[in-house]
């Protein structure tokens, strides 16, 4: 596996556009993709992330207290209220968590399908739901399976798949939703992901994602990219020891797609009505879309 060194790079300008290459002088294309400000070949970087993770899947939720300032809390929250997780009465209600691997986000929709379940008098097995928590990266599932233990005891509604969101190990219109939370930007080829997505989801599906998106807005985007990029990676390296994973992440929010680009390219993997909801003057987006 690739180390998850930050690569040297040089940049060229191409047709009036900025064009990023690595000291080989590998062009991103069909072939290439970025990895934070870097471009590397497309089937390295997936080695390059699974390292990133490795490295702070200890501290995985304290990285995003780092990041997000603590305000990741309330986004999850927010996410998990749209969704508007309901047992089901006639089949167990099935959803699938993607990049989840801690249980940060999944737990919170569990703890919202108990509340249900208590309402009426009674309590959440796998005849009213199944969640599924996925992830690539074998130590943060490991994180997540020893938290619900914990949380929930050994029987509970929750599963751990070890699986490439590119490559969903699951039957087409299996599902009834889908969500991601800051996982998306960090998968090589994110259409196919989407793909899978909608290939998995039953029709009348939704699929979430919580994404940070660019900052652009004028006097907040220097306050935001300062902080991004001189602070996040010396708490980094202070606290996990390591600036290096802390500063590809920061880098990976640069090259995301703008909500509009992002949401279009949820348009075009099937789902209709695709939409965002900005939260925190749009330094991150709930993106929605639905499989009707």
């Excluded at 993607?98 to 208590?118: M, N, S």
Aim: with cysteine; proline share 4%.
């Amino acid at each position: 596996m690739a180390p998850a060194v930050r690569i040297q790079y040089r940049s060229a300008i191409v047709g009036g556009d900025r064009m990023v290459m690595t000291r080989g002088g590998l062009a991103e294309g069909a072939d290439a993709t970025h990895f934070g400000f870097s471009t590397v070949p497309l089937g390295d970087k997936q080695g390059l992330v699974d390292e990133v993770f490795h490295k702070v899947a200890g501290r995985y939720d304290l990285m995003n207290d780092m990041m997000s300032g603590g305000l990741h809390r309330l986004w999850k929250n927010e996410l998990v209220s749209m969704l508007d997780p309901r047992p089901g009465e006639r089949r167990a209600w099935r959803h699938l968590d993607v990049a989840g691997g801690t249980g940060d986000v999944a737990f919170r929709i569990v703890d919202a399908l108990e509340r249900r379940v208590r309402r009426r008098g009674g309590r959440l097995d796998r005849a009213a739901a199944e969640v599924t928590i996925l992830d690539i990266n074998g130590d943060m599932l490991g994180v997540g399976r020893e938290r619900a233990v914990k949380r929930y005891g050994a029987d509970s509604v929750l599963d751990f798949v070890q699986a490439n969101a590119e490559s969903l190990p699951l039957e087409a219109a299996s599902l009834d939703s889908i969500t991601i939370a800051f996982g998306i930007r960090n998968v090589p080829r994110i259409d196919a992901a989407l793909g899978e997505f909608y290939r998995a989801l039953r029709r009348g599906g939704r699929f979430l994602c919580l994404e940070f998106a660019p900052m652009d807005t004028p006097g907040l985007d220097r306050v935001y990219e300062a902080f991004s990029f001189h602070v996040i990676p010396r708490i980094g390296q202070i606290v996990a020891g390591d600036a290096e994973p802390y500063r590809y992440l920061v880098e990976s929010i640069q090259r995301f797609p703008r909500p509009e680009a992002f949401a279009a390219m949820i348009a075009r993997a099937g789902f209709q009505r695709a939409s965002f909801k900005p939260l925190t003057g749009g330094i991150v987006n709930i993106h929605s879309g639905w499989k009707l």
